[in-house]
């Protein structure tokens, strides 16, 4: 099996499939959307072949475009097919060509499709870009690009208001988590140096901190940093980090440049997988047509921060400290969004907050030194994420796009197969016994017993939390009476967007299991974790059971929410506080803008030269007065200064 | 006696004679006759010229050539000139170049 | 030539030209501007200049300011009043006019022949008939101005004639066509525009 070819197609075909969309739209119209489900038929075997037959060794690298190639920086695009890459690309090709084929049908009626496929190819080129990626300026390339595309899908309705804010949110709250992740690249990129030349310890004791390094470095010889090292020295490869990046604080790299640089990388992270405190675009970007909800905020991009962040274990992993941010943002992000998502009453948005919830449990076992779990949730999550998304997608189009819960009600007779699948997502996200939910929570919730108390009480509140709100989704969803107009002309979805239903709804249940799970497994297990797995696994069965009885106590046959939490309901109030502390900064810069607007683009840069050209103008001005007889005097002396220059 | 430089002294005086009363007067066919003045001073000097640079003892004609056509070209820009100031009289009703203003920036 | 002579008529050409300047009524300053021509031809004739002194008299004294007495009669120009006569104009013509004179006077004097008398450089029109007998000579050809020259007399119209076409056709052929051209325009600036004229009638 040709593996560079593979990688050149996962990463190419989609860029072509969306050059071609974007181009010829006009030409192609219907036709596009089979351009696009096309190349994602194609990305998906792909990914089943190398997921089916991996490289030898468990991983390769290659060249794919020569990019970047400066003194002490390298940066030539590339892939890397490991198994964490190869299970995370199967992931997005299978999930994106179960919403490209979903797709079809529930965007029927849009006339815009060729727009909305179009930016789909492009999605799914970004996201194979972010999964090959073999080093972090790469990554980041194809980092801009998922947020891009993710803003393209959210606005995709522009014309509603909601989603143009919402797409603008999502791309500005995001600019600030990459921010800190080229940071984080610039200060992974300098230690890297530290990393090489510490094998030299002629002139590592010497110099004290690593920007000194690097001047000194740089400043030797620009030829001996391309030449030492064989290819690459200032190294910002995965495959090489292990090797390259300083452990731990010594005396010759200060712990802040080594926290700063794990923590630039987990700001990444907290933007694009809307971790607190910049969590408040996803809900929003909710906005956005269903099938993009469950592809990007749900299954793939939103998980691209706790991918990266498994890439860049290494780096986290040599600042305590920054485990231990990761780990309580993750937690608490866990927390909070379980308790917002028990006051939502419209179903994507639950299903949202349920997101923000299950990324929160990923983030914390990767602040926990479990990485490999975090990667196994998001698989499982992944699937019945994904699954919970489409059936919503479902459901709302049964019911003539209504998204309120409340209005819903006894889908189950009138949408039976869209009821037993979400029924599978719902169960497999509550952690019931033998999905694959379950398994993966369990393996988090381990690692969390062995690291910290605290956190473990926070993981099994949120799993209390998850289980008790999904239940009050589905019984207020799919059992009762029709509450409103919608519900009561329910009709079941086409075969089109079942199908993908079932899938996932397999995956949910079956990859949790033997060989499945191994396939997937991206990294080998972390060892075991010793005894207290009887524990944990009854703790969460005793939450699951817990969470859906008092569900069921709660909302079984009712009409109306008997709770009423205005501090969940709206979120913490954590929108209106950054808009309140937006509109506080924004005041302040308005008032410094205006002043120095006032003073230098104002008076020096206009009224100034204005001043000074209307003084100008006006002498000059009087200088043409129209008289012929001033004209005539000016012809005199100009005469008599040319015979007096002349005869001089 | 009479010598080049005195017919050049004429010529001087009679040119400034004509720019102070382009300069000074304000009825545009006056300012028209100082011109035509000031244009006959230059013929002078170009006359006196060629008679005091002698070719095999006889003037220099070629001077004299270009005052037969400064000359003419003179009698060619009073006729325009003057068919000027009538199209001008009948806009204005007036030959005070101070009220012709337009030019005034 | 006798030197009293040369003052009466720069007198005269002097005197009128500043009458010109400073005649108030029109008509007053076009007849002191013909005085003033005149005398100019005078001058002409004492530089031996006899055909540009007549054309002078014809053309200038004559058919340009009878145009000019023709124009100021039909447009019925008035006495220029006084009251808007400005002093920053007067004085800066007199300024003008005297630093120009002074300037020219100061500079005639340097030229090379400015010294040299009138009377102490007379025609030598028996040198002229003497050159012209040489062949390549431009007026070898010509008999009539040969036959005057060698008759002791300065046959000016025939040499001037024979500079023009002899030797600036081409420019006596320019001359024409301007004076076409000028003709042409003064009829287009004082035509009135009929159309116009009847739709206002109308």
Known sequence: MNYELTAKVLLLLPLFSALTILLLHKLLREASVYVSLGSAIICLICSVRLLLSPPSGDSMEGMLLPFLNLPGLKADFGYILDKQAIGMMFIVTFIGFLVHLYSTAYMKEDDARPRFFGALSLFMFSMTGIVLSSHFVMMFVFWELVGLSSYLLIGHWFKKPEAADAANKAFMTNRIGDFGFMIGILCVWALSFVGTISDKPTTTHALAAPEQLLATKMANSPTAVTTEGADYTGDIRFSTLATTYPKSSSSSIPGWLLTLAALGIFMGAVGKSAQVPLHVWLPDAMEGPTPVSALIHAATMVAAGVYMLVRAQVVIAASPLAMDVIAWTGGITALLAALMAVQQNDIKRILAYSTLSQLGYMVMSVGLHAGEAGMFHLYTHAFFKALLFLGAGAVIYACHHEQDIWKMGGLKDKTPMTFVTFAIGTLALMGMPFMSGFFSKEEILLAAKHECWGLLTIGVITAFLTSFYMTRCVVVTFFGKARGEGANHAHEAPMVMLVPLMLLAAFSILSGYGPVAEKLKALKPHGPHGDGAGLVMGLSIGVFVLGALAGLKLYWGKDKDPLNIPLFANRFYIDQIYAMIVKIFQDRLAWIVTAMDTIFADGLAARLPTAVACRVGRTARSLQSGQLQGYGFVFGAGLILAIYLMTR | MITLNHYLVVAAMLFAIGLAGVVARRNILTIYMCLEMMLSAANLTLVAFSRFHLHDGLPDYHAQALVFFTITVAAAEVAVGLAIIVALYRARQSVDVTTVTKLQG | ?202
């Open chain 3, 1 to 202: 030539m006798p030197a009293p002579l040369f003052y009466l008529l720069a007198f005269i050409t002097l005197g009128f030209g500043l009458l010109v300047v400073l005649a108030r009524n029109p008509v007053a300053s076009a007849l002191s501007l013909v005085m003033c021509f005149s005398g100019l031809a005078a001058l002409f004739v004492t530089l031996d200049a006899y055909l540009i002194g007549t054309i002078q008299v014809l053309v200038y004294a004559g058919a340009v300011m009878v145009l000019f007495l023709f124009i100021i009669m039909l447009l019925d120009i008035k006495e220029e009043e006084k009251k808007g006569q400005r002093l920053t104009a007067v004085v800066g013509g007199m300024i003008l006019a005297a630093v120009l004179t002074l300037q020219l006077t100061s500079m005639a004097g340097s030229f090379p022949l400015a010294k040299t008398k009138l009377d102490d450089k007379p025609l030598d029109i028996s040198a002229a008939s003497t050159a012209a007998k040489d062949k390549n000579h431009p007026l070898h050809s010509m008999q009539m101005i040969r036959k005057d020259l060698d008759a002791g007399k300065l046959p000016d119209t025939a040499l001037m004639g024979q500079t023009l076409f002899d030797q600036y056709p081409l420019h006596l052929q320019m001359m024409g066509l301007l004076l076409l051209v000028g003709t042409v325009g003064v009829v287009v600036l004082s035509r009135r525009d009929t159309a116009k004229e009847e739709s206002k009638g109308a």
